[in-house]
């Protein structure tokens, strides 16, 4: 089962919005709402942000919010802030032989 | 507050096994959904495996189909992944998860800090 693929980078501005892109296919996202986000820092566990493309966890700020359209989730941030600066991945279901399927992960930097 | 606390990670051979084991509190254990997820250090996560509320179904990455088994004791409010034959590509930290809802789905609401597994000759 591919991963699904993240770039492997982004940056932004203080302040600024940036969106992270996650294409799958129609096996995975295209097929169901089950895609989550996740951020971790260096050497810690990951933290959930997003679930259920658009669905926010009590506690984790409005600033970032979820999108799909067709075999492409999205994460946007906005309003930029140092420690969002973090590995970022997308998570969804799949009805291929491994059921839950993970990006490669995007590296945010805040300039 | 809700904790996960794996351990049972350790160095062991190609083809060794190995007993994963996660103890949950601060929650009710048989509500939820647990799920293992794994990380080789500077790649990305890989989920591995899952258990929906009641042991009743569970779910395996193809990577370790036949060779992990998931498991989880309620009454104890411990999660368990047994690893048989376990291989190179196995090397990696092990994270417990908590699952939003009783059902397997993607949504890891809670982690524990992992426990490191190495295979290695």
């Known amino acids: 089962q591919s991963a699904l693929a993240q770039p492997a980078s982004v940056s932004g501005s203080p302040g600024q919005s940036i969106t992270i892109s996650c294409t799958g296919s129609?096996?995975?996202?295209?097929?169901?709402?089950?895609v989550s986000w996740y951020v971790q820092y260096a050497g810690k566990a990951p933290n959930l942000l997003i679930y259920?493309?658009?669905k926010r966890p009590s506690g984790v700020s409005s600033r970032f919010s979820g999108s799909k359209s067709g075999n492409t989730a999205s994460l946007t941030i906005s309003g930029l802030q140092a420690e969002d600066e973090a590995d970022y991945y997308c998570?969804?279901?799949?009805?291929?032989?491994?059921?839950?399927?993970f990006g490669g992960g995007t590296r945010l930097t805040v300039l | 507050e809700v904790q996960l606390a794996e351990s049972g990670g350790s160095v062991v051979r190609p083809g060794g096994s190995l007993r994963l084991s996660c103890v949950a509190s601060?929650?009710?254990?048989?509500?939820?959904?647990m799920a293992w997820v794994r990380q080789v250090p500077g790649k990305r996560l890989e989920w591995v495996s899952d258990?929906?509320?009641?042991?009743?179904?569970?779910g395996y990455a193809d990577s370790v189909k036949g060779r992990f088994t998931i498991s989880r004791d309620n009454a104890k409010s411990v999660l368990y992944l047994q690893m048989n034959n376990l291989r190179a590509e196995d090397t990696a930290r092990y994270f417990c998860?908590?699952?939003?809802?009783?059902?397997?789905?993607?949504?890891?609401?809670?982690w524990g800090q992992g426990t490191l597994v190495s295979v290695s000759s």
């Open positions: 129609s096996s995975d996202i295209g097929a169901y709402n089950y």
């Open positions: 258990v929906n509320w009641n042991g009743g179904s569970t």
């Open positions: 998570c969804s279901y799949s009805s291929g032989n491994t059921e839950k399927v």
């Open positions: 259920e493309i658009n």
């Open positions: 998860a908590r699952v939003i809802g009783g059902s397997e789905l993607p949504n890891y609401e809670y």
């Open positions: 601060g929650f009710r254990f048989d509500d939820y959904a």
